[in-house]
């Protein structure tokens, strides 16, 4: 039973209801074909689940949600919260585009709910510094240059934190800061698939693939850490529409970014930039918000096709490795005199 968020790494929590599934908090699943997700609570992505660990969890959530009397519906999406926190999200049979645009707008919404909450609380902070200052007898003049710096961070974020934890077949496992994020970016491979230039700390690499969309999968949403609005969700939705399918939005990525004529297609308009430029203007924070939350929408998309075409073996690995790299993120902040102090325990156990 996985416990890790296959995106972000984090822990996916726990309910007491399922028995059989004691995953998530927040779980989404439709019944007629046959799926099942666990929302992460912390980046708001959905984790499909292991074949052989939903059906008998679907079936008790299509008992539970038509039981519950809390509960909100349209004609093809069902909102269920139960008696002991655990809410369900019951998916009918909406076309795709509506299917698209409920769930990611939800996904992107509260996620920028959530980071404009943190980055308003911050400055709100940062302000009430100043204002003492102030009043203290101290020139605001004094406090500009570090006001600005700081409100600039708050905002953007730490562009040395590292936001990825990555498992690679070249590279092993590699550590992505943020402003790593304005040195990397989306190409074409030779072979015709995605393709994808990552900078990490002390090295730089090239993938191609399902590996490169499986990394930036990882990525990309980190780079969309503000989410969007209804509107911008609707005008990504309406990108991958535009050229029939995320598949094929992926391929249109890939040519445009190698500087070829995107046609008359809908294909993404962008490119990478140069110059002295601050790096959250740079690489995959050069896409436009709408070609990025598209972005986004495709990779997830494409990868939850592939698992539910058969390939299963890919999705159990992904599952195994975000378990691994959530062991050793957390073994990042251990001493090692715990550590040792652990192992001698063990060894007289």
Same mark, same amino acid.
């Given at each position: 039973?996985?416990?890790?968020?296959?995106?972000?790494?984090?822990?996916?929590?726990?309910?007491?209801?399922?028995?059989?599934?004691?995953?998530?908090?927040?779980?989404?699943?439709?019944?007629?074909?046959?799926?099942?997700?666990?929302?992460?609570?912390?980046?708001?992505?959905?984790?499909?689940?292991?074949?052989?660990?939903?059906?008998?969890?679907?079936?008790?959530?299509?008992?539970?949600?038509?039981?519950?009397?809390?509960?909100?519906?349209?004609?093809?999406?069902?909102?269920?919260?139960?008696?002991?926190?655990?809410?369900?999200?019951?998916?009918?049979?909406?076309?795709?585009?509506?299917?698209?645009?409920?769930?990611?707008?939800?996904?992107?919404?509260?996620?920028?709910?959530?980071?404009?909450?943190?980055?308003?609380?911050?400055?709100?902070?940062?302000?009430?510094?100043?204002?003492?200052?102030?009043?203290?007898?101290?020139?605001?003049?004094?406090?500009?240059?570090?006001?600005?710096?700081?409100?600039?961070?708050?905002?953007?974020?730490?562009?040395?934190?590292?936001?990825?934890?990555?498992?690679?077949?070249?590279?092993?496992?590699?550590?992505?800061?943020?402003?790593?994020?304005?040195?990397?970016?989306?190409?074409?491979?030779?072979?015709?698939?995605?393709?994808?230039? #990552?900078?990490?700390? !002390?090295?730089?690499?090239?993938?191609?693939? *399902?590996? &490169? =969309?499986?990394?930036? +999968?990882?990525? @990309? /949403?980190?780079?969309?850490?503000?989410?969007?609005?209804?509107?911008?969700?609707?005008?990504?939705?309406?990108?991958?529409?535009?050229?029939?399918?995320?598949?094929?939005?992926?391929?249109?990525?890939?040519?445009?970014?190698?500087?070829?004529?995107?046609?008359?297609?809908?294909?993404?308009?962008?490119?990478?930039?140069?110059?002295?430029?601050?790096?959250?203007?740079?690489?995959?924070?050069?896409?436009?918000?709408?070609?990025?939350?598209?972005?986004?929408?495709?990779?997830?998309?494409?990868?939850?096709?592939?698992?539910?075409?058969?390939? #299963?073996?890919?999705? !159990?690995?992904?599952?195994?490795?975000?378990? *691994?790299? &959530? =062991?050793?993120?957390? +073994?990042?902040? @251990? /001493?090692?005199?715990?550590?040792?102090?652990?192992?001698?325990?063990?060894?007289?156990?």
């Amino acid at each position: 039973m996985f416990s890790t968020c296959i995106f972000c790494n984090e822990p996916l929590g726990s309910n007491e209801v399922f028995e059989t599934f004691p995953v998530g908090r927040r779980l989404a699943f439709d019944a007629a074909r046959g799926r099942l997700w666990v929302v992460c609570p912390s980046c708001e992505r959905w984790n499909l689940s292991p074949l052989d660990e939903r059906w008998e969890a679907i079936e008790q959530a299509e008992k539970l949600y038509c039981d519950t009397r809390r509960r909100v519906s349209t004609d093809n999406i069902g909102l269920a919260r139960l008696r002991e926190g655990t809410t369900l999200v019951r998916i009918g049979e909406p076309q795709r585009p509506e299917f698209a645009a409920w769930r990611y707008g939800d996904q992107f919404g509260r996620r920028r709910t959530r980071a404009l909450l943190l980055a308003g609380g911050g400055i709100a902070a940062v302000s009430g510094v100043v204002v003492g200052g102030t009043i203290a007898g101290v020139s605001v003049g004094a406090f500009a240059y570090s006001f600005t710096q700081v409100g600039d961070r708050i905002v953007r974020g730490n562009p040395k934190a590292v936001v990825a934890t990555i498992k690679t077949e070249s590279n092993g496992v590699v550590h992505v800061q943020r402003r790593h994020l304005g040195e990397s970016f989306v190409n074409r491979a030779p072979d015709g698939s995605l393709g994808l230039s #990552l900078r990490f700390k !002390e090295g730089q690499a090239d993938f191609t693939g *399902e590996e &490169a =969309a499986r990394i930036a +999968s990882i990525i @990309v /949403p980190k780079v969309n850490r503000f989410g969007g609005s209804r509107r911008e969700v609707a005008q990504a939705v309406e990108a991958i529409e535009r050229v029939g399918s995320s598949e094929r939005f992926l391929s249109a990525v890939g040519r445009y970014a190698r500087g070829s004529d995107p046609g008359s297609h809908g294909s993404p308009t962008w490119t990478r930039k140069r110059g002295a430029t601050p790096y959250h203007k740079l690489g995959l924070f050069a896409i436009p918000k709408t070609d990025r939350l598209a972005l986004e929408m495709a990779l997830h998309e494409e990868a939850e096709r592939r698992a539910m075409e058969g390939e #299963l073996d890919a999705l !159990e690995e992904a599952w195994r490795d975000a378990e *691994e790299i &959530a =062991a050793i993120a957390d +073994s990042l902040f @251990v /001493p090692e005199s715990v550590e040792e102090k652990l192992r001698k325990l063990k060894a007289r156990g």
